[in-house]
C-alpha cells in the first residue's frame, strides 16, 4: 500500500481549504472543515489554518480562484519550515492537483486521499489491506501523470517489465496498475468466498449489526453488550475490520457485529472495495444504528448513513436508533430578550426527545455508553426485536420463551 502522507510531513501543520457553493453554506462547510481537520489529526498531522471561498462551483483548474490561491501560497511561504501540505475538503482532479502543486511547491491533498491514507494505517487484517489497496489504486490510476514514477518495481512475480513499441513510461505504468487492480479484485472475490462459507456455518442465528457515523461509539457499545475486549479509540475509523461476537440476552442467543464506520463524501471506490465487509451489514437481520446525540451535526450524520445503507441495497431493514453520549449532551440557553427563532443548538435534550425524534417510539433509545446508561433498557429492546425474528425462524421454540418469561416474573 502506498502511504499518501510520508513521514516527511507527519507531524507537521496542515492547511485546510472549502468552498463554499450553492450545494454547501458557510455553516456546513465550516463543519466539514472541523471533521477534516479530525481526519488530519488521526493521519499524523496537526492542522493548522483555514481558507474558505464562496464559489458558484470549484474552479477546474486550481479548485480556488487565482486570488485565493494567491493567498495561500503567500502564507505557505511564511511558514514554510512549519506547513508540510494544503489539504482540499472536496476529491481532486489530476490536473487540479498538478496545477496547484506547481503554484504552492508543496505537497498537495485532498479529503479521499486522506480517508484513504487513514485507512492503510488502521488495516490489520490480510482482507482490509487488500480491500484498502485496491481503493488507492483506484484513486490513483487517473492521477497516474503526478503520482506514480518507476511503477515496475512494485510490480509482483519476476522479471522485469517490457515496454511494447512505441509504448511511454505512462502507458507501461497505466497497464501495470490495471493488472494490480484485477489481481485486487481476484483475491477480494477469493476473500468474500471465504467470508459466505464463515457466515453459513454460524447457522440460522439472528445477526445484529452496529452502524453508524465514524467516533459514534459503536466499538464501545460492543464492549459493553459483548462483554469482550474490542479496540475503541477516540479517532476516525478506530477500526476497519469487523468484529462478530455471539452473544445471549436472557435465553435468547444471537450474533452481534461491530462494522466499519461511515463518514461524508466516503469515496465510491472505497465502498466498492469494502463489499466483503459490508456484506455482514448486509446480511443482517437487525441494525443498531448508533448516533451521537452530542454532535452538533447529529441529524447529518443520520443522513449520511442512511444513504450509505441506500447505496449498499440496505436501507429496508428493521433498525433501532441508539443516541449515545448523552452524558456529553450540551444546548445553548437563550436569553430571555433573544426574539430569534430557536436553533437546533438550543434545543434541551428533553425537547429533541419530544420532537421529531418522538415519532420513532418503541424504535429509538437514548444512552450512555460510557457511563453505561439505559444499557439494560437498550439490552431489553435488541432482545424484543431478535426474539420476534427467532420465533418465526423456530416457531417451536415460542412456549421456551413463554415458560421463561412466566419464570421470571
Request: with cysteine; hydrophobic share 35%; glycine share 4%.
Amino acid at each position: 500500500m502506498k502511504d499518501f502522507i510520508t513521514n516527511e510531513i507527519k507531524n507537521k501543520t496542515a492547511v485546510l481549504v472549502g468552498l463554499i457553493t450553492p450545494e454547501q453554506n458557510e455553516d456546513e462547510v465550516n463543519e466539514y472543515l472541523d471533521e477534516l481537520a479530525f481526519l488530519a489529526e488521526t493521519a499524523g498531522l496537526v492542522p493548522g489554518k483555514r481558507y474558505l471561498q464562496r464559489l458558484d462551483k470549484a474552479n477546474p483548474v486550481t479548485f480556488v480562484g487565482k486570488g485565493k490561491l494567491q493567498e495561500i501560497e503567500e502564507y505557505v511561504k511564511e511558514e514554510e519550515n512549519e506547513i508540510g501540505v494544503v489539504i482540499f475538503d472536496d476529491e481532486l482532479s489530476a490536473k487540479q492537483i498538478r496545477n496547484i502543486e506547481k503554484e504552492l511547491q508543496i505537497r498537495i491533498m485532498d479529503r479521499t486521499s486522506l480517508i484513504l491514507d487513514i485507512f492503510a494505517m488502521r488495516a490489520q487484517s490480510a482482507n482490509a489491506k487488500v480491500q484498502v489497496e485496491l481503493a488507492q489504486y483506484q484513486y490513483l490510476l487517473p492521477r497516474l501523470t503526478r503520482m506514480w514514477t518507476h511503477l515496475e518495481r512494485q510490480r509482483g512475480g519476476g522479471g522485469t517489465i517490457m515496454r511494447g513499441p512505441g509504448e511511454t513510461q505512462l502507458e507501461t505504468d497505466r497497464r501495470i496498475i490495471l493488472d494490480k487492480i484485477t489481481h485486487l479484485k481476484q483475491e477480494l472475490k477469493d476473500i468474500d468466498k471465504q467470508k459466505t462459507v464463515q457466515r453459513k456455518n454460524r447457522g440460522k442465528l439472528v445477526r445484529v449489526a452496529l452502524v453508524g457515523y465514524t467516533n459514534v461509539g459503536k466499538s464501545t457499545l460492543m464492549t459493553l453488550l459483548s462483554k469482550s475486549d474490542v479496540f475503541a479509540e477516540n479517532k476516525l475509523f478506530a477500526t476497519l475490520d469487523t468484529t462478530v461476537r455471539k452473544m445471549t440476552i436472557q435465553n435468547l442467543p444471537f450474533l452481534l457485529t461491530d462494522t466499519v464506520g461511515f463518514i461524508r463524501k466516503l469515496p465510491t471506490h472505497l465502498i466498492e472495495s469494502f463489499k466483503s465487509t459490508l456484506d455482514e451489514v448486509r446480511e443482517a437481520d437487525i441494525l443498531l444504528h448508533v448516533v451521537d446525540i452530542s454532535h452538533p451535526a447529529f441529524e447529518e450524520q443520520i443522513k449520511v448513513v442512511e444513504k450509505t445503507l441506500f447505496e449498499i441495497d440496505d436501507s429496508d431493514k428493521p433498525a433501532i436508533l441508539v443516541f449515545n453520549k448523552i452524558d456529553a449532551f450540551t444546548h445553548v440557553v437563550k436569553e430571555e430578550d433573544d426574539l430569534t427563532p430557536k436553533k437546533r443548538d438550543n434545543y434541551t435534550l428533553e425537547e429533541l426527545k419530544q420532537s421529531w425524534l418522538s415519532k420513532i417510539n418503541e424504535k429509538c433509545i437514548f444512552i450512555s455508553a460510557k457511563e453505561k446508561e439505559n444499557i439494560e433498557e437498550l439490552k431489553q429492546l435488541i432482545y424484543d426485536n431478535v426474539k420476534e425474528i427467532h420465533i418465526s425462524r423456530f416457531p417451536y421454540n415460542d412456549f421456551l420463551y413463554q415458560n421463561y418469561e412466566e419464570e421470571e416474573e
